[in-house]
């Protein structure tokens, strides 16, 4: 093998070991190698890899034997360090695995990393984990994407095989499209969210991001299916996601809709986006402009619901069960319970944390709820009305997932909505519960990934898997690496 | 909307978040900023629309009342910052 094999995906590297041709250390030694040049330059990982997990890993002929996961820092996995990259779950081992943990393992996987990511899945750069900023694989002055920077960095980096991270507003599709990798958010209820550490509980999804199609359609068909544990999983039969890969995609009807390609759009990207449908168009797909008239709301409703949610979600981390505890006394008149719980929270999160708890407090809060909270999840059913309408004429519809490239570090960091806006066109998909792929579709100028994104209906996974499959195998974005 | 530091001070209570006096007045600038683009969804009629709090697919789920095993105590109190035989341990809350 001339190849180095942490370059591989999945599927090639199960190829080869069911071959014969290549020996599992060998994975892991390559791996290992590759760590040690790009991990200082990357910052991909919460805390230092743990390869000593291999041996826990094989199970004959499994379909991820031998092969190391990557996870995201808030992803639970029995006795390893979870901390969401948060001071407030400063040394939190779980004592379980997640479901979808649990089931990579009984796939022949291991854990082999927790992935750094903004602090509770709070951002969209990865500057806000509490140990350091991940980098850009591509050029290191740049940010991720966020908040599963960590995840989709390992893998550009090809420092990993494939990660999960977990999307509530684009934190799996926006730095899956800003380091050129494959990131899949599924439909609401595909997944089991049993021990990931909720964000908000009406939009979390775990999904894969991987180095090729193929790769995102086998994690998924392991990680999907119904778990008694999450209560808003489906029960619903996974299909053969590989399998279904190949079928033609001729007359399949893909909607453009017009209020994601507006002005101001970065020239790069709407470029790459034209040549992408120009591409699907010549394999016979077509395609139409529609309309999705409440997308300029999107952002607002989405800032509303998912901190009110968040607010509520993060009223466990109080220095009782896990994590930090801070016992200093700023006002003696208070009650010392009442006092730990707030110097505890008022230590442990970070100003990002504090922003969305403050802000979904207010938003819940007496006298605003109908204002705010209520207002927002009406607007939020004219969101999913706009999405089941086109659905009624269409097969799928096609975006870019940001409307930028990567952006530079520190660019954002102090301009909170600017950063919340570069969600705009991953956060619809959340509040529709529908499912969405980004995959590489073009390079900038300066040398960094554009990502499409393709929306599909609910339960349509395969569908849109299919059509970036289609697209993936007749381009050649997926194989350009960066160099580190 | 607007909102003042003494919202935020208020807002931070309920919340049970200690906040320093300049992170009280940093999130009060940084609020003032985002409500003032939330507004934006009063120009939305929702007068004939229902809210909608999760997209897809909730039921209610029922189990048996069957008894099932729970998590070890022996795994889950030592992650607790102080605790004492099978209980977590707090300030004193009675007096």
């Known amino acids: 093998m001339k190849e180095k094999l942490n370059t591989l995906t999945a599927h090639e590297l199960q190829g080869l070991l069911s071959a014969k041709k290549i020996d599992a250390a060998q994975i892991i030694a390559d791996i290992e190698d590759r760590c040690r040049i790009v991990e200082p330059k990357v910052r991909a990982y919460a805390r230092a890899p743990f390869f000593k997990n291999a041996s826990n890993a094989g199970l004959g002929n499994s379909e991820l034997s031998f092969i190391p996961a990557v996870i995201k820092d808030n992803i639970c996995s029995d006795g390893d360090l979870t901390e969401c990259c948060s001071r407030i779950l400063e040394g939190f081992r779980p004592p379980y695995d997640a479901t979808v943990v649990e089931k990579l393992k009984s796939s022949g996987s291991f854990i082999m990393a927790k992935a750094n990511m903004d602090e509770f899945a709070f951002g969209s750069s990865c500057e806000t984990s509490c140990f350091y900023p991940t980098r850009n694989p591509w050029n290191t002055d740049y940010v991720p994407g966020g908040s599963s920077g960590g995840a989709a960095a390992s893998v550009a980096a090809d420092e990993a095989i494939f990660s999960l991270g977990s999307d509530t507003g684009g934190s799996i599709r926006q730095p899956a499209a800003l380091c050129g990798v494959v990131g899949l958010k599924p439909t609401y209820g595909r997944v089991s969210r049993y021990g990931l550490i909720a964000f908000a509980s009406s939009l979390d999804q775990i999904g894969p991001l991987t180095k090729d199609v193929r790769d995102s359609a086998l994690i998924l068909k392991i990680i999907a299916g119904y778990d008694e544990k999450d209560a808003t999983s489906a029960n619903i039969p996974v299909p053969d996601y590989p399998a279904l890969l190949a079928k033609d995609i001729k007359g399949m009807r893909v909607a453009l809709p017009k209020e994601y390609f507006v002005e101001g759009m970065d020239p790069d990207v709407r470029k790459a986006l034209i040549e992408a449908k120009n591409k699907l168009g010549s394999l016979g797909v077509t395609f139409a402009e529609v309309s999705l008239p409440h997308t300029e709301y999107a952002v607002a409703v989405y800032y509303i619901v998912a901190t009110a949610e968040a607010s509520s979600n993060l009223a466990r981390f109080d220095g009782v069960q896990y994590g930090l505890r801070n016992v200093e006394v700023r006002n003696a008149s208070e009650p010392p319970l009442i006092s730990m719980y707030k110097e505890t929270r008022g230590k442990g999160f970070g100003a990002e944390a504090k922003r969305r708890i403050i802000l979904g407090t207010y938003v819940l809060s007496s006298g605003y709820y109908d204002a705010y909270y209520l207002r927002a999840s009406k607007v939020r059913a004219l969101i999913k009305e706009d999405f089941d309408k086109v659905f009624k004429d269409f097969d799928m519809i096609l975006t870019p997932t940001s409307p930028t490239p990567a952006f530079k570090l520190g660019e954002k960091a102090n301009d909170p909505l600017n950063m919340y806006l570069s969600d705009i066109y991953t956060i619809s998909a959340n509040l529709a519960g529908i499912p969405a792929i980004s995959l590489p579709c073009g390079m900038t100028k300066n040398g960094l990934p554009i990502g499409m994104q393709i929306l599909g209906k609910p339960f349509g996974e395969q569908d849109i898997l299919r059509l970036a499959y289609h697209y993936e195998q007749n381009t050649a974005w997926h194989k350009n690496k960066p160099s580190l | ?95």
């Open chain 2, 1 to 95: 909307m607007s909102i003042s530091k003494d919202d935020v001070k208020y807002i931070a209570n309920l919340a049970r978040l200690g906040l320093t006096d300049a992170e009280v007045d940093n999130l009060q600038t940084q609020l003032e900023v985002i409500l003032e683009y939330i507004d934006k969804l009063k120009k939305v009629d929702v007068a004939k629309t229902a809210a909608l709090t999760n997209a897809l697919y909730v039921k209610n789920v029922y189990r048996s009342d069957v008894p099932k095993a729970s998590l070890d105590p022996d795994k889950v109190i030592p992650s607790s910052p102080a605790h004492e035989g099978d209980f977590f341990k707090v300030p004193k809350i009675i007096e």
